[in-house]
């Protein structure tokens, strides 16, 4: 599976963004997909995930109630909406899909395919 992502650049703090992760290949909808992002210096950080079965959402408590994440099976793609976006959510964004069944979503070795990755820039 191919992730490609699009979306991203620089926006202002309280602005919104949206992030896109195309998928190509097959069965799309038995992985679970999640975002990530990383800031240079630190390790890889779980944003989100929406779940392959039942279709759940997590996310990290530093962007609860600010992000959402959603998918569309039927066109292979998951999307990442930011709201209220702050300076500390400045990184670079990665999405990912793997098949796994447990809850460690932060793992990055449940992940088996990884996006490109986008820069995010929030200005205060």
């Known amino acids: 599976v191919d992730l490609v992502q699009s979306g991203g650049g620089l926006v202002q703090s309280g602005d919104s963004l949206r992030l896109s992760c195309a998928a190509c290949g097959r069965n799309f909808g038995s992985y679970a997909m999640s975002w990530f992002r990383q800031v240079p210096g630190k390790e890889r950080e779980f944003v989100a995930i929406?779940?392959?079965?039942?279709?759940?959402?997590y996310f990290s408590e530093s962007v609860k109630g600010r992000f959402s994440i959603s998918r569309d099976n039927a066109g292979n793609t998951v999307f990442l909406q930011m709201d209220n976006l702050k300076p500390e959510d400045t990184a670079v964004y990665y999405c990912?899909?793997?098949?796994?069944?447990?809850?460690?979503?932060?793992?990055?070795?449940?992940?088996?395919?990884w996006g490109q990755g986008t820069q995010v820039t929030v200005s205060s």
């Open positions: 990912a899909a793997g098949s796994f069944y447990n809850r460690l979503w932060g793992y990055l070795k449940n992940y088996n395919y």
């Open positions: 929406s779940t392959s079965t039942g279709g759940s959402e």
